[in-house]
């Protein structure tokens, strides 16, 4: 069935720094795929998404491009700050089933 | 703007006890989810509901059940709670089932099966 694989963390970074979390997807066809984010204590969150190859999906200075020749989906960020501090998920969406990967926490140290 | 409120927010139960958590949504979507998070597993989707009268199994149904009792509200009910059920469960709401339809998501129950 339809998968995403995210890579694993915990990731740990300073302020200021770059951030890549790489997100890779296995479907049948040619699904939505989203980044969300969750904050301590919180749901999640719609960070960004996509909806058709060579999208560019970018919000709070996120940056997710909808790539169908390596089946990725990796989120950027050039600047973090302490309060990107979140779990983040890659999902896809087929149809009703949103599919979500495993997660990656990020800590931004000051 | 409440979005989608979910209670209780926290819970023990005894292994065999019940337990109904409820949902409810404030921003008119038709669709409506119920998913458990476990460390190292993502969310998994536990059932969902398309449409107000409808309901669907998900990834992981087995010991659940749910009502879609109007459009607003979907509860989620564990008729003998087992320690496998430990977890954070979380209710979403979608204005449709497309795949052009964000998910919102609300704070989360925490459950504690022991």
């Known amino acids: 069935g339809d998968s995403v694989t995210q890579m694993e963390g915990p990731v740990t970074l300073s302020e200021e720094a770059f951030l890549t979390i790489n997100c890779t997807y296995t479907a049948t066809g040619y699904p939505s795929l989203f980044w969300y984010v969750q904050y301590p204590g919180e749901g999640l969150q719609l960070l960004l998404k996509a909806t058709k190859a060579d999208d560019k999906g970018s919000n709070k200075g996120f940056e997710a491009t909808y790539r169908k020749e390596t089946t990725s989906f990796h989120l950027e960020k050039g600047s973090v700050q302490v309060s990107d501090s979140a779990v983040y998920f890659c999902a896809l969406r087929p149809g009703y089933k949103l599919s979500f990967g495993a997660g990656t926490t990020v800590t931004v140290r000051a | 703007n409440a979005g989608v409120t979910q209670t209780p927010k926290f819970q023990v139960l005894k292994t065999g006890q019940s337990m109904t958590l409820q949902c409810a949504q404030d921003?008119?979507?038709?669709?409506m989810y119920w998913y458990r998070q476990d460390p190292g597993m993502g969310l998994r989707l536990i059932y969902y509901s398309a449409s107000e009268g409808t309901t669907d199994k998900g990834e992981v149904p087995n010991g659940y059940n749910v009502s879609r009792l109007n459009k607003r509200e979907f509860s989620l009910r564990l008729e003998s709670a087992a320690p496998s059920q430990t977890s954070v469960y979380f209710c979403a709401s979608s204005r449709s089932g497309g795949e052009n339809s964000p998910l919102h998501f609300g704070n989360g129950t925490r459950l504690t099966v022991t």
């Open positions: 921003m008119n979507h038709n669709s």
